[in-house]
């Protein structure tokens, strides 16, 4: 079982609609959650944090996280083109010295 | 501007001439790391660092060399690089990765592609 994994896609929406992405990871003991979003040849660039249980909401991004199920989701509301990119879920993995373990990425496209 | 800074963002070299990426971050943060990210691999750590002077391998080491002899740098060297470490090359750094201090997130710096003929 992969540490962090993620459906690579590609999970296509129309505008306007909501994209939801999934991560599931591995490490029970993990208390950090990130989603960067990267667009083709660019850097990741870091839109949600998440470090409890519950929903976090930030504009139209909400992060959710259910630690009992190991899982970790991304809904992006009113998705616009703009919001094509690939979306990788990252977990601290402290059993592992301290670092960002990185799922493969879901890459969304957001179709006018 | 609090950034993570690299340098080159692009560059073409041949087998086995010594090459150093340079990485500086102006946010006083103790960690730093490097990836490589190629198609279908995703992002693998190659080297990072929790402070100065402690440096260690992560997942994709062989073929790099490291050094931390100051807080904001974080140079990757390839001493002899090879065509399969042509690649997209991100540097990384993070107030802390150190268990339950802090809830870091990574910050990236813009990227550096090599290419190795």
């Known amino acids: 079982q992969k540490e962090v994994e993620q459906n690579s896609g590609p999970l296509s929406v129309p505008e306007g609609a909501i994209a939801s992405l999934n991560c599931t990871y591995s490490d029970r003991v993990s208390q950090s959650f990130f989603w960067y979003r990267q667009y083709s040849g660019k850097s990741p660039e870091l839109i949600m944090s998440?470090?409890?249980?519950g929903d976090k909401e930030d504009g139209r991004f909400t992060a959710q996280l259910n630690k009992a199920s190991q899982y970790v989701s991304l809904l992006i509301r009113d998705s616009q083109p703009s919001d094509s990119a690939t979306y990788l879920c990252a977990v601290n993995g402290y059993n592992q010295g301290g670092k960002l373990i990185f799922g493969q990425g879901t890459e969304l496209s957001v179709k006018p | 501007e609090a950034q993570v800074t690299q340098n080159p963002r692009y560059l073409i070299t041949v087998t086995g001439k010594k090459l150093t990426v340079t990485c500086s971050q102006n946010m006083n943060h103790e960690y730093m790391s490097w990836y490589r990210q190629d198609p279908g691999l995703g992002l693998r750590q190659i080297y990072y660092?929790?402070?100065?002077?402690?440096?260690d391998k992560g997942d994709v080491p062989e073929g790099y060399k490291v050094s931390r002899k100051e807080k904001r740098n974080f140079p990757l060297i390839l001493e002899s690089p090879s065509p399969n470490q042509t690649s997209l090359y991100f540097c990384?750094?993070?107030?802390?990765?150190?268990?339950?201090?802090?809830?870091?997130?990574?910050?990236f710096g813009n990227g550096t592609r090599l290419t190795v003929t």
């Open positions: 990384a750094s993070s107030l802390s990765m150190r268990e339950r201090v802090s809830h870091s997130p990574l910050h």
């Open positions: 998440i470090y409890s249980n």
């Open positions: 660092s929790m402070n100065v002077e402690a440096t």
